[in-house]
């Protein structure tokens, strides 16, 4: 790696937690408070140390940094 390398150990310490934040990201830009409600319990439930909240941040962040995709446009002429 150079001086200036923009690549970094993006690696979560606990890669099923990190998948449960990503699908409770997937889930908040649904909004679908079902599932949140659902990935919530179930965080409550396993998490126990700091590296668990982390990787569950950090699967947010990486699911939150994908730019949303514009609807298509309706192709309807308004009279």
Do not use: V
């Amino acid at each position: 790696m150079g001086l200036f390398s923009r690549k970094t150990n993006d690696t979560p310490a606990n890669p099923q937690m990190a998948e449960l934040g990503r699908e409770f990201a997937i889930a908040r830009r649904h909004g679908d408070r079902k599932t949140m409600r659902r990935i919530g319990r179930e965080y409550t439930n396993t998490a126990s140390t700091d590296a668990d909240a982390a990787s569950f941040q950090q699967g947010q962040n990486a699911y939150d940094a994908i730019p949303p995709t514009k609807p298509a446009r309706n192709s309807r002429k308004s009279r």
